[in-house]
């Protein structure tokens, strides 16, 4: 999503990613739908989730990002 100046804003770009997801996503398959790096990807939903704006779980060493409430995996 292009912000008002013409560049990317990934921080949109990855909370929509997230956002219109129907299951919860691997820091992995976030970074795959996007065009960034996943350290990159990393540092935003971190920043997304410091926000309050995402959630995170973490399951056997892998983190999940969601948005809302999901009742399914």
Known sequence: MP???GKK???NEIYSI?????RKLSTSEVAA???YSKPTV???LKK???QGEI???KRSNTYYWYT????FF
């Open 3 to 5: 912000s008002i100046f």
């Open 9 to 11: 804003d990934p921080k």
């Open 18 to 22: 997230v956002n219109s997801s129907l």
């Open 33 to 35: 739908r996007s065009n």
């Open 42 to 44: 990393l540092k935003y």
């Open 48 to 50: 997304l989730n410091r």
């Open 55 to 57: 959630r995170r779980e």
């Open 68 to 71: 809302g409430e999901i009742s």
